[in-house]
């Protein structure tokens, strides 16, 4: 079954910085891939996804890059803000386990002021 | 449009007690699942309905049970407590094949 490795677990940066979450994933055959967004006591939400066909998405502050043949995929935020603290997690779909979503472990981002 | 909606949203129940936590969904989305979430561990998913009348094991499916009920309902049984099952359980649905899935609110368990 598909494995997904998130890296790193903890992310601290400066307001203004930019913030880089990176995630494998195993199951050659998957093909779409979301990244979420959880705050305290709520519940994941979706912030941006792409599709094995495309290379890279952007919106405004955020961009996921996919590469295929290493089996990788990153989430980027650019210009952070204290409001982007929470914890982001990746996962992967399509794979030879038909709808099956599979996430990776997480990373907690702090941004500081 | 209510989303995903999980009940109840907390719970405490003694070792050996059985439960089942609901979950509807008025997206009328093919694809429903269960996570538990634990401290450094993820989302860990338990069992998934990839469509009405489909059921699949998850990572973790061992001490539950599921029922599709229907398109809009998807419940998660625990026939008897264990303390190792206390968590925080998120149901999410989905289009289609985990595309752009919704998760609830949570429930928080405590099993002692």
């Known amino acids: 079954g598909e494995n997904v490795e998130q890296h790193p677990s903890t992310l601290s940066v400066q307001e203004g910085d930019s913030a880089v979450i990176k995630c494998t994933y195993s199951?050659?055959?998957?093909?779409?891939f979301p990244w979420y967004k959880q705050e305290l006591g709520k519940g994941p939400q979706l912030i941006i996804d792409?599709?094995?066909?495309?290379g890279e998405k952007k919106d405004q502050r955020i961009a996921v890059t996919l590469n295929k043949t290493a089996k990788h995929f990153s989430l980027h935020i650019t210009e952070t803000q204290p409001e982007d603290s929470a914890v982001y997690f990746c996962?992967?779909?399509?794979?030879?386990?038909?709808?099956?979503?599979?996430f990776g472990q997480g990373t907690i981002l702090t941004v500081h002021p | 449009n209510a989303g995903v909606t999980q009940t109840p949203k907390f719970q405490v129940l003694k070792t050996g007690q059985s439960m089942t936590l609901q979950c509807a969904q008025d997206?009328?989305?093919?694809?429903m699942y269960w996570y538990r979430q634990d401290p450094g561990m993820g989302l860990r998913l338990i069992y998934y309905?990839?469509?009405?009348?489909?059921?699949d094991k998850g990572e973790v499916p061992n001490g539950y049970n599921v029922s599709r009920l229907n398109k809009r309902e998807f419940s998660l049984r625990l026939e008897s407590a264990a303390p190792s099952q206390t968590s925080v359980y998120f149901c999410?649905?989905?289009?289609?094949?985990?595309?752009?899935?919704?998760f609830g609110q949570g429930t928080r368990l405590t099993v002692v």
């Open positions: 999410a649905s989905s289009p289609i094949g985990g595309l752009r899935a919704f």
């Open positions: 199951d050659s055959a998957s093909n779409y």
């Open positions: 792409i599709r094995s066909n495309v």
């Open positions: 996962a992967a779909a399509g794979g030879t386990s038909y709808g099956k979503l599979t």
């Open positions: 997206m009328n989305h093919n694809s």
């Open positions: 309905s990839a469509s009405e009348g489909t059921t």
